[in-house]
């Protein structure tokens, strides 16, 4: 094996490394899941289903999807789905996470039961 070779292995397996490594997009706290970057509430959408985001255009305007990397890579129980406009979403166990707009600090969950179809993501 070459030098050159041996190198361009050696980075392929640090950059997989680091790859592994990568934060979830989502952590428990309080018994819910909450965006890692924010500490902000997710939820889950009743009316999502098969793989797929329903809230696009104005509800998601109100519903921010939590939205992954186009290189993301799904792992466990953490998926991705692709969304009406080609982007991608994070899921947790097959549902797709959002935040609510009007959750306005972390530990907020007012739009847990929001007419009745929309819920607090649970680890």
Do not use: E
Request: net charge positive; proline share 8%.
């Amino acid at each position: 094996m070459s030098l050159r070779t041996l190198l361009a292995t050696s980075t392929l397996i640090a950059l997989a490394a680091c790859a592994a490594m990568a934060p979830p997009p989502a952590k428990p706290l309080d018994g819910a899941l909450v965006g890692t970057a924010n500490s902000m509430t997710l939820y889950t959408f009743d009316k999502d289903g098969g793989g797929k985001s329903n809230c696009n255009g104005p509800c998601a305007a109100n519903w921010p999807p939590l939205m992954a990397a186009a290189d993301a890579a799904a792992s466990g129980d953490w998926s991705l789905v692709t969304r009406d406009d080609g982007s991608k979403q994070w899921a947790y166990k097959g549902k797709p996470l959002y935040f609510w707009v009007k959750d306005a600090k972390p530990g907020d969950r007012t739009g847990d039961g929001f007419n009745k179809v929309w819920h607090t993501a649970t680890p």
